[in-house]
């Protein structure tokens, strides 16, 4: 029986492994002279987003891909770098030396009246570390009305236009890479590497002669890896705070070489995984949570949609099939649209065919099922791992299984049971390993060496 349980558990185990190994190779052979001077800082293998690095994921795993799909996607990532030619840096107070940047996102909504920044990740306002120099990446359209003098806004200003001449002087300044490495063209051409230049240019103006550290909100993305580049050559400390829920296939993370210097993360598992991905034992601090603080969340008897949805007829046919074969009584559960997609016409016609489904079975019997209070997630999602660590059993929907499905080869507290090819449920050995829910934080003094922040 126990052989049985940990062939289950190694589902997808050896492909992760294979994969983690081609992409090390990969982002070495970019750290050549031949790729001078971005080296890897322009590539992003992120497996939730549909970019030229999940691309090449897909080819990696086996994973069909269509051609016109993947060449649209490439074209429209290409031309969206457009939309970031005229960012804006607001309230940079030059006068003010602070020794200490945070870099973080924000909206209009996380600042207060008095011109404080509330941020999400940490779970504190700006007023409290009065000593730093928050940088947001400002991502709505219209601005605060006040902003604090140790704040300053990058702001993206989107203005959903197309410069065709921006385009040419794109593609002219990196075809060289064509000839070497064709993946490597495709990410310097991204939409990510333009905004990774803007963005630098702005940190330029930002670093000082009495920056000694500085703090990422930190997912890997170009931009961030851009910054540390030129951080390092000025031999400050970059840190990096893994502030998101661990990933299904986290392989953004693979360590590259304009990584933070040390990152902090939340579970014994995830610092297990990144150790796998490349970083060295002693680069990485696990502290409890800022942003998953230890207060109740119910996650049961819900159905939370993905940002995006593939198959409609597929998820039906999963779904359909829990109610039938496990008795699982769909009418106890209420339907989470993913935020981001509230204006989603295919997730109302996903609700709406779910609905249906309700009212087909609503005289079903369900008095022997053993899955009365469990969360079903669809798809790939990172809130998984919050519903197993505040207690609740999962069953995950999985559209691409080898990219939405948790695997013992990065997270080792999962206990995974298949159901059928797309079906998994989920719960958890030992609690705190995936996240250690926290304390709201009185300060940031967890993350700097000498606590004076």
Same mark, same amino acid.
């Given at each position: 029986?126990?052989?049985?349980?940990?062939? +289950?558990?190694?589902?997808?185990?050896?492909?992760?492994?294979?994969?983690?190994?081609?992409?090390?190779?990969?982002?070495?052979?970019?750290?050549?002279?031949?790729?001078? &001077?971005?080296?890897?800082?322009?590539?992003?293998?992120?497996?939730?987003?549909?970019?030229?690095?999940?691309?090449?994921?897909?080819?990696?795993?086996?994973?069909?891909?269509?051609?016109?799909?993947?060449?649209?996607?490439?074209?429209?990532?290409?031309?969206?770098?457009?939309?970031? =030619?005229?960012?804006?840096?607001? =309230?940079?107070?030059?006068?003010?030396?602070?020794?200490?940047?945070?870099?973080? %996102?924000?909206?209009?909504?996380?600042?207060?009246?008095?011109?404080?920044?509330?941020?999400?990740?940490?779970?504190?306002?700006?007023?409290?570390?009065?000593?730093?120099? %928050?940088?947001?990446?400002?991502?709505?359209?219209?601005?605060?009305?006040?902003?604090? /003098? /140790?704040?300053?806004?990058?702001?993206?200003?989107?203005?959903?236009?197309? =410069?065709?001449?921006?385009?040419?002087?794109? !593609?002219?300044?990196?075809?060289?890479?064509?000839?070497?490495?064709?993946?490597?063209?495709?990410?310097?051409?991204?939409?990510?590497?333009?905004?990774?230049?803007?963005?630098?240019?702005?940190?330029?103006? $930002?670093?000082? +002669?009495?920056?000694?550290?500085?703090?990422?909100?930190?997912?890997?993305?170009?931009?961030?890896?851009?910054? $540390?580049?030129?951080?390092?050559?000025?031999?400050?400390?970059?840190?990096?705070?893994?502030?998101?829920?661990?990933?299904?296939?986290?392989? /953004?993370?693979?360590?590259?070489?304009?990584?933070?210097?040390?990152?902090?993360?939340?579970?014994?598992?995830?610092?297990?995984?990144?150790?796998?991905?490349?970083?060295?034992?002693?680069?990485?601090?696990?502290?409890?949570?800022?942003?998953?603080?230890?207060?109740?969340?119910?996650?049961?008897?819900?159905?939370?949609? &993905?940002?995006?949805?593939?198959?409609?007829?597929?998820?039906?046919?999963? !779904?359909?099939?829990?109610?039938?074969?496990?008795?699982?009584?769909?009418?106890?559960?209420?339907?989470?649209?993913?935020?981001?997609?509230?204006?989603?016409?295919?997730?109302?016609?996903?609700?709406?065919?779910?609905?249906?489904?309700?009212?087909?079975?609503?005289?079903?019997?369900?008095?022997?099922?053993?899955?009365?209070?469990?969360?079903?997630?669809?798809?790939?999602?990172?809130?998984?791992?919050?519903?197993?660590?505040?207690?609740?059993?999962?069953?995950?929907?999985?559209?691409?299984?080898?990219?939405?499905?948790?695997?013992?080869?990065? %997270?080792?507290?999962?206990?995974?049971?298949?159901?059928?090819?797309?079906?998994?449920?989920?719960?958890?050995?030992?609690?705190?390993? !995936?996240?250690?829910?926290?304390?709201?934080?009185?300060?940031?003094?967890?993350?700097?060496?000498?606590?004076?922040?």
């Amino acid at each position: 029986m126990k052989k049985n349980n940990l062939n +289950k558990n190694k589902y997808y185990y050896f492909e992760y492994k294979i994969l983690i190994e081609k992409i090390k190779k990969k982002l070495i052979s970019y750290n050549s002279k031949t790729y001078k &001077p971005d080296y890897d800082t322009s590539t992003y293998f992120a497996s939730y987003y549909n970019g030229q690095g999940l691309g090449f994921i897909k080819k990696l795993l086996g994973v069909k891909n269509n051609i016109f799909t993947s060449l649209f996607s490439i074209l429209k990532d290409f031309i969206y770098s457009s939309n970031y =030619n005229e960012i804006k840096l607001i =309230n940079n107070n030059k006068k003010i030396l602070f020794n200490k940047i945070i870099f973080t %996102w924000g909206y209009k909504k996380n600042f207060k009246k008095n011109g404080s920044l509330q941020d999400n990740y940490f779970n504190i306002n700006s007023r409290q570390s009065p000593n730093a120099h %928050w940088v947001v990446l400002f991502l709505d359209q219209h601005l605060p009305s006040k902003i604090d /003098n /140790n704040v300053t806004l990058i702001h993206l200003a989107n203005r959903k236009k197309i =410069n065709l001449l921006l385009m040419l002087k794109i !593609l002219i300044s990196n075809l060289k890479y064509l000839i070497f490495d064709q993946q490597y063209f495709l990410f310097s051409i991204s939409s990510h590497n333009f905004l990774s230049k803007k963005i630098l240019k702005m940190c330029k103006q $930002i670093v000082n +002669k009495s920056t000694k550290s500085v703090l990422f909100t930190y997912e890997a993305q170009p931009f961030q890896n851009t910054i $540390i580049q030129f951080l390092k050559s000025k031999k400050i400390k970059t840190l990096g705070y893994i502030h998101s829920p661990p990933l299904a296939l986290p392989t /953004n993370f693979v360590k590259k070489k304009y990584s933070p210097t040390k990152i902090f993360v939340n579970g014994i598992d995830q610092k297990r995984c990144f150790t796998k991905l490349g970083w060295n034992k002693k680069e990485i601090k696990i502290i409890p949570s800022t942003r998953f603080l230890n207060i109740k969340k119910n996650f049961s008897k819900q159905i939370f949609f &993905p940002i995006s949805i593939k198959s409609i007829k597929e998820i039906l046919k999963n !779904l359909e099939y829990l109610i039938v074969n496990l008795k699982l009584d769909i009418n106890q559960y209420k339907i989470r649209n993913h935020p981001a997609a509230e204006n989603s016409s295919i997730h109302r016609n996903l609700k709406l065919k779910i609905d249906g489904l309700k009212k087909k079975y609503n005289r079903h019997s369900f008095k022997k099922s053993k899955f009365k209070n469990f969360s079903i997630f669809i798809g790939s999602s990172g809130s998984i791992i919050e519903a197993l660590e505040r207690g609740c059993k999962v069953i995950q929907i999985a559209e691409v299984p080898i990219l939405d499905f948790y695997s013992n080869y990065f %997270w080792e507290s999962i206990i995974v049971k298949k159901i059928n090819n797309n079906i998994f449920t989920y719960s958890l050995s030992k609690k705190k390993n !995936l996240i250690h829910l926290g304390n709201k934080p009185k300060n940031l003094n967890m993350f700097f060496k000498n606590g004076d922040i």
